[in-house]
């Protein structure tokens, strides 16, 4: 595996589902970040891992919660979503958390809420 | 509040033309801009990137100009090709901060 790993691909889940969606970075980065894409918006920053601590927190409601083992590995645990949580869900990694250190993202998780 | 905001939503270019997206920001304190392009099915990936010291920047095919007394940034691709046909990303980054601020997109189609 090479550059930024996420899995699954597509999800489907009720609203009273719990289910996680995990990325792996194969790149020896120190930084991970969860995204949202949602049509018509721009993308949105939910979450930065520095070193495995946790640097932000973008007003991102609790039924989404990260979690970052080591430097390789980001979960997003989700619980109780709504339907307007329905995007793609990004993951991306960098060599450090700041400006200008390039972000290389994951090919996303299609998320779908019914 | 969007911090971004880019322009035009969709562009039909001929290959072998020019195509041109635009970006405009308000925070000074931005110091970063990045353009991604991203295929269907994939995540954004960088393509061009500049800092706000440099009014220019040119990669290949690809060219960033840079107004900093307007507030304003565009990407240039020159001799498009239906290659290059994909959803291009205009941000933004703090000089102290983590998140990249994206436009909207552009969904770049280039017909042969």
């Known amino acids: 595996e090479t550059g930024v790993t996420q899995t699954p691909r597509h999800l489907v889940m009720g609203m009273t589902n719990k289910k996680s969606l995990k990325c792996e970075q194969h790149?020896?980065?120190?930084?991970m970040y969860w995204y949202k894409q949602s049509a018509k918006k721009p993308l949105e920053l939910m979450f930065v891992?520095?070193?495995?601590?946790?640097?932000e927190n973008n007003s991102v409601p609790s039924r989404f919660s990260p979690e970052c083992p080591n430097s390789s590995h980001l979960f997003l645990h989700l619980h109780t979503l709504q339907p307007e949580d329905s995007a793609l869900y990004l993951c991306?990694?960098?060599?450090?958390?700041?400006?200008?250190?390039?972000?290389?993202f994951g090919p996303g998780t299609r998320l779908t809420v019914t | 509040q969007q911090q971004v905001k880019q322009s035009p939503q969709s562009l039909i270019v001929q290959k072998g033309g020019i195509s041109i997206i635009n970006c405009a920001y308000e925070?000074?304190?931005?110091?970063?801009f990045p353009w991604y392009q991203q295929f269907p099915g994939k995540g954004p990936a960088l393509l061009i990137a500049?800092?706000?010291?440099?009014s220019e920047k040119k990669e290949g095919r690809f060219t960033i100009s840079f107004n900093k007394s307007a507030k304003q940034f565009s990407l240039h691709i020159m001799d498009s090709q239906p290659g290059d046909s994909a959803t291009y990303f205009c941000?933004?980054?703090?000089?102290?901060?983590?998140?990249?601020?994206f436009g909207k997109g552009t969904s770049l189609l280039v017909t042969p």
């Open positions: 500049i800092r706000p010291d440099v």
């Open positions: 941000a933004a980054q703090l000089n102290s901060g983590y998140a990249l601020n």
């Open positions: 991306a990694s960098s060599q450090a958390a700041g400006t200008g250190y390039e972000q290389y």
């Open positions: 790149l020896g980065h120190n930084a």
């Open positions: 925070n000074t304190a931005f110091d970063y």
């Open positions: 891992y520095s070193l495995e601590e946790r640097v």
